[in-house]
């Protein structure tokens, strides 16, 4: 029995979030559908993360078990020619048993966009969040800083995370302007359930100046999600990457840039 791990790129607009349901479409039930026709066999996909529905991946990381004897360019080749249009894997790697997509991760990187212009988007509607009012990117960026290290993330985690603790360790956090494009970048260990999210729409109230400096420190301390900010939208939220021990030998996350061109780019964040 082989174990292999794949990145995986899509595009989460037409999708009802990553895991399974049954009842709705998702990535994960249209990749064991390809994988199962290149394998000739049912396949079990667990991934690094759940994002939710209309969030994108520049780098999801997955893996699968399989009897089945393929070369590793069988599986992202064969995988993306039978996967839809919006998913693609962009590499395979055998991995050794004990290789686990969630457990084994290091690290979690994710990016959030906004297109901040007066007129509404066209091209950019579903893969970027729209806000119509100037933002002050660096006093953002400055706010963010207050949530780096290990703290209880109470006051931005949602009513319905399952997660045993709200206590991550943020690795990261920068927000960066390019033209009309402003980006948050946020990586911790893991993620509580819509946390990315509402840590966005609690940073874009200091952005446009309807909070103080120093308030999302206090929101933080307060761990009470009812004083925080409202949840931003999901279409401006992208998987960025995974990292893991370097034995793994898998491809490193990709770096996030400030401005993603369309068509581009633990726990559901």
Same mark, same amino acid.
């Given at each position: 029995m082989a174990r292999i791990a794949l990145g995986l790129e899509y595009d989460g607009g037409a999708f009802?979030?990553?895991?399974?349901?049954?009842?709705?479409?998702?990535?994960? *039930?249209?990749?064991?559908?390809?994988?199962?026709?290149v394998a000739g066999h049912p396949v079990a996909l667990t991934g690094a993360g759940r994002t939710?529905?209309?969030v994108h991946? @520049? @780098?999801?990381?997955?893996?699968?078990?399989?009897?089945?004897?393929?070369?590793?360019?069988?599986?992202?080749l064969g995988g993306t020619a039978v996967a839809p249009e919006d998913v693609t894997v962009l590499w395979a790697r055998a991995v050794p048993s004990d290789f686990h997509a969630r457990h084994s991760a290091i690290s979690r990187t994710y990016v959030y966009r906004i297109l901040n212009r007066r007129m509404r988007p066209a091209l950019e509607r579903t893969r970027a969040a729209w806000m119509r009012r100037p933002l002050d990117a660096d006093r953002m960026h400055l706010e963010l800083q207050a949530l780096l290290g290990e703290h209880d993330f109470s006051a931005f985690r949602a009513s319905a995370c399952q997660s045993r603790t709200p206590k991550r360790r943020l690795e990261q956090a920068?927000? $960066?302007?390019? *033209?009309?494009? $402003?980006?948050?970048? @946020?990586r911790a260990n893991a993620f509580l359930h819509h946390m990315v999210r509402n840590v966005v729409g609690s940073l874009l109230l200091v952005g446009v100046g309807d909070r103080p400096a120093g308030w999302l420190a206090d929101v933080l301390a307060g761990r009470d999600r009812a004083i925080a900010g409202p949840t931003a939208p999901p279409q401006g939220l992208y998987f960025?990457? $995974?990292?893991?021990? /370097?034995?793994?030998? @898998?491809?490193?996350? /990709?770096? /996030?840039?400030?401005?993603?061109? /369309?068509g581009d780019e633990g726990g559901r964040a």
């Amino acid at each position: 029995m082989a174990r292999i791990a794949l990145g995986l790129e899509y595009d989460g607009g037409a999708f009802h979030g990553w895991q399974e349901q049954g009842h709705a479409r998702s990535v994960q *039930g249209e990749l064991e559908r390809a994988l199962a026709d290149v394998a000739g066999h049912p396949v079990a996909l667990t991934g690094a993360g759940r994002t939710d529905a209309g969030v994108h991946a @520049l @780098l999801q990381v997955a893996h699968f078990d399989t009897d089945a004897d393929r070369p590793e360019h069988a599986w992202s080749l064969g995988g993306t020619a039978v996967a839809p249009e919006d998913v693609t894997v962009l590499w395979a790697r055998a991995v050794p048993s004990d290789f686990h997509a969630r457990h084994s991760a290091i690290s979690r990187t994710y990016v959030y966009r906004i297109l901040n212009r007066r007129m509404r988007p066209a091209l950019e509607r579903t893969r970027a969040a729209w806000m119509r009012r100037p933002l002050d990117a660096d006093r953002m960026h400055l706010e963010l800083q207050a949530l780096l290290g290990e703290h209880d993330f109470s006051a931005f985690r949602a009513s319905a995370c399952q997660s045993r603790t709200p206590k991550r360790r943020l690795e990261q956090a920068c927000v $960066v302007r390019s *033209g009309e494009i $402003v980006s948050v970048t @946020l990586r911790a260990n893991a993620f509580l359930h819509h946390m990315v999210r509402n840590v966005v729409g609690s940073l874009l109230l200091v952005g446009v100046g309807d909070r103080p400096a120093g308030w999302l420190a206090d929101v933080l301390a307060g761990r009470d999600r009812a004083i925080a900010g409202p949840t931003a939208p999901p279409q401006g939220l992208y998987f960025a990457g $995974v990292d893991y021990d /370097p034995r793994y030998g @898998l491809p490193s996350s /990709p770096q /996030p840039s400030g401005r993603l061109a /369309p068509g581009d780019e633990g726990g559901r964040a």
